[in-house]
């Protein structure tokens, strides 16, 4: 669970060292800072006399968008407009730190002249070095986002086949601080929404229990928290995720309670690292999450920094792990024990039976299935390269004659080149 990793403590939002909400006349002078991204992502800089066209910021328009919108004012060297904005987005929400730092920031240059570039008052810096520092990062990774979008006509090369019934997948990419909400229809995943997330104090690639880092793999949702079940630190609710899964417990990989979730009401957002190994975003954003998202079925990728692969490329992909499925599932209906443990690692544990008892038990599910035909519905692949490639594949085993059957999930892993199922069992 959350940030006192699979102790479910109540933990009091002030252990988030959070300072006190900037007011407007004390200032963090970073204006020049904030030109300084703008000009690194090619929004130009305040007063260059530039003529971009701005687009305005929509009525209802969430609190991320509204700021971005105001650093292309700033590159647009429309300072008074911006300042403008700036002002409307803090009293609409004057818990979103990096808006009251920029409004400051606007208001300061109206005023006097600055100095230095990205000079503040020395009682501030002296006083909140670390924070200031923060909350800079925050405002490069928002404003990478703006600039560095996902690739059109493009995936996250883990979803490899996602199925129909499946709605919607959730993809995070660490190193960028932001997470992707994809929906699923008929012509497969798109993105409908990305977010600012934070992640581990230490960063990514969780090992242990307690190391404060965020695990990276493929994972699903288990369940939905509603926030009224929780403190307010985890703000709106949780998603909680199944780590560790069977390939981290193989690795010797420790530690239990990652969710995603949300911030305390007092706040908008956290800093890029600060959680014990979740991911936390934005309530009205994770508001939007929980309620479209289905536990179990829902798959969530956490990598450091995810790889894009074109459709095309993707769906060639996605035909090769179906035939290799396809061939796992016609020796099992096909009842040829020797030729179904040809798929199987030597190494193979689902945790109560080793390869030699495992395939006694399949010896006799093939007998009590009496040669009838066995289908697999609602197939999901999901691959993983890490030390090695890995597939995470989970389908309904549904024989002829019946209308339903048990939900079953694979590990697949790469041994001599060839793919072996190091894991099965059943989850549902």
């Not at 549904?398 to 989850?427: A, C, D, M, P, S």
Request: net charge positive.
């Amino acid at each position: 669970m959350g940030d006192r990793e699979g102790k479910h403590r109540f933990v009091m939002s002030g252990d988030l060292g959070r300072p006190p909400r900037l007011a407007a006349g004390r200032h963090f002078s970073m204006l020049v800072r904030s030109m300084l991204l703008a000009s690194a992502m090619g929004l130009g800089l305040l007063g260059a006399g530039t003529s971009h066209a701005v687009k305005p910021a929509q009525p209802g328009q969430a609190a991320e968008a509204r700021l971005l919108d105001i650093y292309r004012l700033i590159g647009a060297g429309q300072g008074r407009l911006a300042l403008k904005k700036a002002q409307s987005l803090v009293e609409d929400v004057p818990n979103f730190q990096l808006a009251q730092m920029v409004y400051g920031d606007l208001l300061m240059a109206q005023t006097a002249p600055l100095k230095a570039m990205g000079s503040a008052p020395a009682d501030l810096t002296d006083r909140a070095p670390q924070r200031i520092d923060q909350l800079r990062t925050e405002a490069e990774r928002r404003l990478s986002a703006l600039r560095e979008r996902p690739p059109a006509d493009a995936l996250p090369a883990q979803f490899i086949e996602i199925p129909p019934t499946t709605k919607h997948a959730i993809a995070v990419d660490a190193s960028r601080s932001r997470l992707y909400l994809f929906e699923n229809g008929p012509h497969g995943l798109r993105v409908v929404a990305d977010h600012y997330v934070s992640i581990g104090r230490l960063g990514a690639e969780k090992a242990a229990q307690g190391d404060q880092r965020t695990p990276l793999g493929v994972y699903y949702i288990t369940s939905r928290l509603d926030g009224k079940q929780l403190t307010d630190f985890y703000g709106v609710g949780a998603l909680p995720l199944n780590y560790p899964n069977e390939y981290d417990r193989r690795q010797g990989r420790t530690g239990s309670g990652i969710w995603l979730h949300g911030v305390p009401s007092d706040s908008y957002a956290r800093s890029p690292n600060s959680t014990d190994g979740c991911v936390a975003l934005a309530n009205p954003e994770l508001q939007t999450i929980l309620e479209r998202v289905q536990p179990r079925t829902t798959p969530v990728v956490i990598a450091k920094s995810l790889t894009w692969v074109p459709t095309k490329t993707a769906e060639n992909e996605r035909r090769n792990m179906r035939n290799l499925i396809e061939g796992w599932r016609v020796a099992r209906a096909g009842g040829d024990v020797t030729r179904l443990m040809s798929f199987y690692s030597a190494q193979f544990s689902n945790g109560n039976r080793d390869v030699n008892q495992w395939r006694q038990l399949l010896e006799k599910e093939i007998t009590h299935q009496h040669g009838r035909a066995l289908q697999l519905k609602d197939l999901a692949i999901l691959g993983w390269r890490d030390k090695s490639d890995i597939l995470v594949v989970t389908f309904g085993e549904v024989t002829e004659g019946q209308r339903t059957g048990t939900i079953k999930r694979q590990y697949w892993g790469k041994e001599g080149g060839l793919w072996k199922i190091f894991f099965e069992g059943v989850i549902g």
